[in-house]
C-alpha cells in the first residue's frame, strides 16, 4: 500500500522557520514528480512548490524567494524549507506524488498542521 507519511508542522511565530518532509513508501520514487500543496480554512487547495523527477524546481509566487523544496532520491523524502514565515502561510500543507505515464498514478499524504502567529 503507497503511503506518503507529513511530519514537521508546527506552531511558528511570524518571521520563522520550519522544514516539512514527506517519506514515501511503495512507490519508485525517483521516477515520480513531487509536490507540496496547501489549503487554508475556507480556501481551495493550491500548489505551493513542485520538484520534477529530474530536479527541476516551480514555486508559486506567493512563496518565491522564500520556500525551497528538495527531494533526496535515495531515503524516499522530499522536504519544503520555509523561511520567513507569514500569518497567510497558515494552512494544512499536503504532500502529492504524480506519476505522468501511460497509467497515471497520483497520490496524496494525510496532510500536516502549519501555523504561523502574528
Known amino acids: 500500500q503507497v503511503q506518503l507519511v507529513e511530519s514537521g508542522g508546527g506552531l511558528v511565530q511570524a518571521g520563522g522557520s520550519l522544514r516539512l518532509s514527506c517519506t514515501a513508501s511503495?512507490?519508485?520514487?525517483?521516477?515520480?514528480?513531487m509536490a507540496w500543496y496547501r489549503q487554508a480554512p475556507g480556501k481551495q487547495r493550491e500548489l505551493v512548490a513542485s520538484?520534477?523527477?529530474?530536479?527541476?524546481?516551480n514555486y508559486a509566487d506567493s512563496v518565491k524567494g522564500r520556500f525551497t523544496i528538495s527531494r533526496d532520491n535515495a531515503i524516499n523524502t522530499v522536504y519544503l524549507q520555509m523561511n520567513s514565515l507569514k500569518p497567510e502561510d497558515t494552512a494544512v500543507y499536503y504532500c502529492?506524488?504524480?506519476?505522468?505515464?501511460?497509467?497515471?498514478?497520483?497520490?496524496w499524504g494525510q496532510g500536516t498542521q502549519v501555523t504561523v502567529s502574528s
Open positions: 502529492n506524488a504524480k506519476f505522468l505515464g501511460v497509467i497515471r498514478r497520483d497520490y
Open positions: 511503495q512507490i519508485n520514487f525517483k521516477i515520480y514528480n
Open positions: 520538484i520534477s523527477s529530474a530536479g527541476n524546481t
